[in-house]
């Protein structure tokens, strides 16, 4: 997450070979410690944050790294945890985007600033996989 939030600040783009690696560590680690369960788990994760956030590719609100970013975020997790994940990534998404435009209010652009959206959603990652979000779901 780390490394992809790294590279979508700097570059503004997600490898696919960092997606495909990390999705299969993250499937590989549930099937490692869960068995089938686990890889069931994991898959279903993926699937719902691909069902969830493809909208919003489809609208071009995300980009496609955005969208597999956050099916590795599931794939690594479970539907419960991942819920959480995506609900504070988008909290964080909405700071960093009014940061965003208060700096281009000053200095004008011609085009909408592209946010990393890797940044906020690793972020939300990290903190809630270190059980350091409130629970604002009725999920367990």
């Known amino acids: 997450m780390v490394a992809a939030a790294a590279l979508d600040w700097r570059a503004r783009r997600i490898p696919n ?3 495909g690696l990390g999705l299969v560590l993250g499937l590989g680690a549930q099937w490692w ?11 279903a ?5 691909l069902v969830l956030l493809l909208g919003l590719f489809a609208l071009r609100v995300l ?8 099916m590795l975020v599931g794939a690594w997790t479970h539907v419960p945890l991942l ?5 504070f990534g988008a909290l964080f998404t909405g700071i960093i985007s009014a940061a965003f435009w208060c700096v281009h209010a000053i200095r004008p652009m011609q ?3 592209r946010i990393p959206v890797a940044v906020p959603l690793a972020a939300a990652t990290i903190l809630a996989t270190a059980d350091l979000l409130p629970s604002l779901l009725p999920i367990s």
Do not use: F, N, R
């Not at 369960?37 to 898959?43: D, K, P, T």
């Open 17 to 19: 070979e960092l997606i």
């Open 45 to 49: 994760a993926a699937g719902v944050a």
């Open 111 to 113: 085009t909408a600033p």
């Open 83 to 87: 819920l959480h994940v995506l609900l």
């Open 63 to 70: 980009g496609g790294g955005d969208v597999k970013l956050a």
């Open 33 to 43: 410690t869960g068995g089938v369960s686990g890889l069931g788990q994991g898959l």
